[in-house]
């Protein structure tokens, strides 16, 4: 084989993986939504349009039912969702206040009724009590508590020690041990070694190879969502034996904030 051969198909390989790892790494700091689409008798709808739209940038998928009703929107930015369901003879429904989080596969399914207008039925989304669509075991922490908690040096690796199943760490633990200006390294949840958690930031390993520590925090100011999964892995995650937490870092929106005298609150403008 001749040498511009060998090189090339090396090429053709790395851009391969790089793809695959793009791939893995972007849909794990994203989300899944699915669900099925049904007449009142519970009859399959197939060929209906399910449209999701972000509320927060505008950002629009579309996807058909398939033969048996089914749907499905993989790798959703997280975030607040506008999902429309319509098809031809039937009353179009839309749901709004869809709050998708980080690694996390949401179930909305919906029940068309026979057209009598133009009027579309509205419902507003309520959080599920069970997560009926996996068995991972596992905690999103939410923006608001991300941004608000007050975290003795804002680092963000504290954020595990309000997981269910975290222990406080011993102060000359392995990876616990705080450092000055840096903080700890890793936390302990559901029994395993700090060693074994594995750092995901957008989807991208944040873990040092040797030691399995944290290479680098994040600004807390950056992070959006902080998931953690104790057990029962899905499976694009198997690193690690320890837990697995994902970080989303925070994005914009298409909101414009109007400038106002000084000590007053900023009002947003729509869009």
Sequence with gaps: ??????????SICLSALVVLFSLLGFSQSTSTLRGSVTDSSGA???GATVVARG???????T???DATGNYEFFALPIGSYQVNVRVQGMQETMISGL???VSQ???QNFQLSVAKGSEVVTVTAEAPVIDSASMTVGQVINSRTVQEIPLNGRHFVDLGLLL???VTPPANGFLTAPLRGQGSFAFNTAGQREDTVNFMINGINLNDMANGQITFQPSINTVQEFKADNSTY?????RNSGAIVHIATRSGSNTRWTRVPPGSASIPRAP
């Design 1 to 10: 084989m001749r040498k511009s051969d060998s090189r090339l198909g090396r």
């Design 44 to 46: 399959a709808i197939s």
């Design 63 to 65: 996807v058909k039912t």
């Design 105 to 107: 596969i949401v179930v």
């Design 164 to 166: 269910p199943g975290s």
């Design 99 to 101: 709050i998708l989080q």
């Design 55 to 61: 509320q927060a940038t505008g950002l629009e998928r």
């Design 234 to 238: 899905s499976a694009e995650n198997g």
